[in-house]
């Protein structure tokens, strides 16, 4: 069964550094999104991601983020001067269509991020 | 004011008997997609079912099943012959997607514990 994956599990990185995650959607979806969950948090929108564009973007989503789809199979999240408080874990997700309810997103196992 | 609420943040159950887990939205959109998803201890996020605003039937999807009053704006998840595996945490999200937004807005979740 096709699934969502992403690379790495964990990353610890220091303050200020730049890190990238890593995804590979499912092969036939054509939206792709990022979410994150801060430690014992509810899961929030990151970004959403089709026609190698930015479709829509949360308050969180500010300069310091950045997606791009490099290949036709990888979709990565770069944070580009990381901080303490974006230490958490973060979900890849991709689902077939988009514009009507019931297009479901499937999500990834999640790179667990640690800023130190 | 919240878009998902799940009021109870842990549940017990003992195994083989049912279980409610209860979620209310608020949405003024006609058109909305809930879906339910687990996230076990490990971290992923398992999509589990969803309800389609304008579906007429209940959704089932094996074990689980979606008590889905529209007026009362409540879709409950309905785990029916628990199981030890099924011992997590529960998100209720929603997707509305009037106006082009893409995003899945999720509650707080519900911790289930199934006891032997």
């Known amino acids: 069964e096709p699934e969502v994956t992403q690379t790495p599990s964990h990353q610890v990185t220091q303050m200020g550094q730049e890190v990238i995650l890593r995804c590979v959607p499912i092969?036939?979806?054509?939206?792709f999104y990022w979410y994150r969950q801060i430690l014992g948090q509810k899961v929030e929108f990151l970004v959403s991601f089709y026609n190698n564009e930015i479709s829509e973007k949360s308050e969180i989503f500010d300069d310091q983020f950045s997606v791009e789809r490099p290949d036709g199979s990888n979709f990565t999240l770069k944070i580009r001067s990381t901080k303490l408080e974006d230490s958490a874990m973060y979900f890849c997700?991709?689902?077939?269509?988009?514009?009507?309810?019931?297009?479901?997103?499937?999500f990834g196992p999640g790179t667990r991020l640690l800023v130190l | 004011a919240q878009k998902i609420t799940q009021t109870q943040p842990g549940m017990f159950v003992q195994e083989k008997e049912a279980v409610t887990l209860d979620c209310t939205y608020d949405t003024s959109d006609q058109s909305y997609g809930l879906f339910w998803y687990k996230q076990p201890s490990s971290g992923e996020m398992i999509f589990l079912i969803y309800?389609?605003?304008?579906?007429?039937q209940n959704a089932t999807e094996g074990r689980y099943s979606l008590n889905f009053q529209k007026a009362r704006k409540s879709a409950n998840l309905v785990i029916s012959a628990s199981q030890l595996g099924d011992s997590a945490m529960y998100f209720c999200?929603?997707?509305?997607?009037?106006?082009?937004?893409?995003?899945?807005?999720f509650g707080k979740g519900t911790k289930l514990t199934v006891n032997p």
């Open positions: 997700a991709s689902s077939e269509h988009s514009g009507t309810a019931q297009e479901t997103q499937y």
């Open positions: 309800q389609g605003s304008y579906d007429e």
């Open positions: 999200a929603m997707r509305e997607p009037g106006g082009g937004s893409e995003k899945l807005v």
């Open positions: 092969s036939n979806h054509l939206y």
